[in-house]
């Protein structure tokens, strides 16, 4: 008898240190993915703009630019982020001039990778190219780029989970100069 209530005894306080624990792991665990484990957006910089060809018709309005682009772009989580084939949409004044086919890949936890695309503007429609003349003879010329990337977000390769990174990125084309300066703003949606 004396025996059963010694084990019993013991028993319970095994069980409740191994209860303890772990909440106490799972704790430290809910911690660690809010702060350190957090998914942040990734760093979108433009690493280069090329001009690949170009060809404009007149009196019939026909413009065919083709612009070969290098982006960067750097993944600051300790994850990887595998995503889907998508597009970007290059705007021009609000009207959409381009759109630039980004394939499939994976971007490393803490790592970088360059995407190299090409964009084609097609200016068949007068109407989108209003301001460019003005634009062009100010000296700067804007756009903006639209990029939704879907895919999925890899923690220690054990946790795995869809997330959604959206980019807009504001160009602005300095023609006396030839360079071109972005701005670009990044989120991810999980």
């Not at 703009?49 to 772009?73: R, T």
């Not at 609000?94 to 097609?122: M, Q, W, Y």
């Amino acid at each position: 008898m004396a025996c059963s209530m010694r084990c019993s005894k013991g028993l319970k306080i095994c069980c409740g240190v191994t209860f303890i624990l772990i909440i106490l792991l799972i704790v430290i665990l809910v911690v660690l993915f809010f702060t350190v484990f957090k998914p942040k957006g990734p760093t979108i910089t433009l690493q280069s703009v090329k001009l690949q060809g170009f060809e404009f018709e007149f009196p019939e309005f026909q413009l065919n630019v083709s612009l070969g682009i290098m982006i960067k772009v750097n993944n600051p989580n300790y994850g990887g982020f595998s995503y889907q084939s998508s597009t970007s949409y290059l705007n021009y004044r609000g009207n959409l001039v381009a759109e630039a086919l980004i394939h499939e890949d994976t971007i490393p936890s803490h790592g970088a990778l360059n995407i190299s695309t090409t964009l084609n503007i097609l200016g068949d429609d007068l109407s989108k190219f209003q301001g460019l003349p003005g634009d062009y003879f100010k000296g700067v010329i804007n756009f903006t780029s639209t990029t939704t990337l879907p895919g999925k977000v890899r923690i220690l390769k054990i946790i795995k989970f869809k997330a959604i990174s959206y980019s807009t990125c504001d160009l602005s084309i300095f023609v006396q100069v030839k360079s071109v300066n972005s701005t670009c703003n990044t989120r991810l949606k999980l």
